[in-house]
C-alpha cells in the first residue's frame, strides 16, 4: 500500500509538473489506471489510495474487475469485437477504442436497444502502423460527418497510441497532429459530437502526451509493476 501510494503521488506530481507546461492544472488530466495486469485486490488498493478510473482490454476481465470493484468508474481501452457490444454498455464510462465504422453502428445499435447513449472516443492512427487499429486521420472528418446518423452513441474525442521508441520525443509530432485535429474539427458542428476529450499517452510517454494536449492519460506500468 505504501509503495503504491508513493507511485500515485511521484506519477501527480509529474502529471502537474507537465500540465502547467500546456497552461493547465493537473485537475485538468483525467488519469485512467490500466489495471490489466493486476488483479481485483490491487484495483481495490489504488481506489483506497485515490485512484477513481481504471482501463482494461478485454471484455472479460473487465467485467470480472466492474464486479469487485463497482464503484470505480471503468474504461474500456482495448480492441472491442462487435460480439461482446452488448456485454459491456452500461457499464463503462468511455470506451476509448471506437476503431471502425461496423463497431459504430453496433454500439449505436446495442444503444438504442437498451435505451442509453454510449460515449466512446474514436480512435485515431496517427502514425500510420499497419499493425495498430484505428482510422487515418484523413478519415476521420467523414466519420465524424457520418456519425450525424445515430441516436445513441456519442463521440466525445479521439484516441490515439504513439509508437514506442526509446527516445520519447519522437512520440511528440505524434501527439500533436492528434491535438492540431482536435482543434480544427472543433470550429465544425456535428451531430452526436462533442470533441472534448483527447486520450494519448501511457506510462512510457503520458508527459509528452500531456504537454502536447492530453486531458486522458492512460497508465498502467508506472502504477502497478514491481520494478517501476
Excluded at 470493484?69 to 460480439?83: D, E, K, S
Excluded at 447513449?117 to 478519415?139: F, H, R, T, W
Excluded at 482536435?182 to 458542428?189: D, E, P, T, V
Aim: glycine share 6%.
Amino acid at each position: 500500500m505504501d509503495n503504491l501510494k508513493q507511485k500515485i503521488q511521484y506519477l501527480n506530481r509529474r502529471i502537474e509538473k507537465a500540465a502547467l507546461k500546456s497552461g493547465r492544472e493537473n485537475t485538468d488530466i483525467l488519469l485512467v489506471a490500466v489495471s490489466k495486469t493486476v488483479d481485483s485486490a490491487s484495483v481495490q488498493m489504488a481506489y483506497n489510495c485515490g485512484i477513481r478510473n481504471f482501463g482494461e482490454n478485454r471484455v472479460q476481465e473487465l467485467l470480472k474487475k466492474i464486479d469487485s470493484v463497482p464503484q470505480a468508474r471503468w474504461h474500456m481501452i482495448g480492441r472491442l469485437q462487435t460480439n461482446k457490444v452488448k456485454e459491456l454498455l452500461g457499464k463503462v464510462s468511455l470506451i476509448h477504442s471506437l476503431d471502425r465504422w461496423k463497431l459504430a453502428e453496433e454500439l449505436d445499435r446495442r444503444g438504442k436497444m437498451a435505451g442509453i447513449e454510449v460515449p466512446a472516443l474514436l480512435q485515431v492512427n496517427i502514425s500510420g502502423e499497419e499493425q495498430k487499429a484505428g482510422v487515418s486521420s484523413a478519415e476521420v472528418k467523414d466519420f465524424l460527418d457520418s456519425a450525424g446518423q445515430f441516436s445513441s452513441l456519442r463521440i466525445q474525442g479521439f484516441m490515439t497510441i504513439a509508437p514506442m521508441t526509446d527516445n520519447v520525443e519522437e512520440t511528440r509530432p505524434v501527439f500533436r497532429e492528434l491535438f492540431e485535429l482536435k482543434q480544427n474539427l472543433s470550429k465544425r458542428r456535428y451531430n452526436n459530437v462533442e470533441l472534448k476529450y483527447l486520450s494519448m499517452g501511457m506510462s512510457q510517454d503520458y508527459e509528452v502526451a500531456i504537454e502536447e494536449g492530453a486531458n486522458i492519460i492512460r497508465v498502467g506500468s508506472a502504477l502497478f509493476a514491481h520494478d517501476a
